[in-house]
């Protein structure tokens, strides 16, 4: 891919992006979690408790920030089974890109873009 044609993509990107973070600024929905987030977090500043201690509060059977006891035996044994590598060709752009996995950003940003079931029309199986 030239610089040009990244740039005005990554420049395209940025007005969704500036336009998307508009509009969820407006969101009422959003202005309610803010603030419950913001009176959450002064009452936990007061009394002196984390994330942490609110959870076991609440929950008193979650394990955060722990491992299962059962991941260790899992790694040993090799159960997990490798991921193949996928070839993505985007025939807009030309651009090719490998992965194994879907938290690639240019992948995201191609899903986000064209849609998923479009772009996993692209794929091509390596291996």
Do not use: C
């Not at 202005?31 to 408790?49: D, N, S, V």
């Not at 491992?67 to 035996?73: E, L, M, S």
């Amino acid at each position: 891919m030239s610089l040009i044609t990244e740039y005005r993509s990554l420049e395209e990107n940025i007005k969704e992006l500036q336009e998307r973070l508009k509009s969820l600024s407006q969101d009422d929905k959003l202005k309610k979690e803010l603030e419950f987030e913001g009176k959450l977090r002064t009452l936990m500043g007061e009394y002196q408790k984390s994330l942490r201690d609110i959870i076991a509060l609440l929950d008193p059977d979650a394990k955060v920030g722990k491992a299962p006891r059962t991941a260790g035996k899992a790694a040993a044994t090799g159960s997990k089974r490798a991921r193949k590598v996928k070839q993505y060709k985007n025939p807009n752009t030309g651009e090719v890109i490998e992965t194994k996995g879907g938290n690639h950003k240019t992948l995201k940003e191609w899903k986000a873009k064209w849609g998923a079931d479009v772009v996993e029309g692209w794929a091509t199986l390596l291996g």
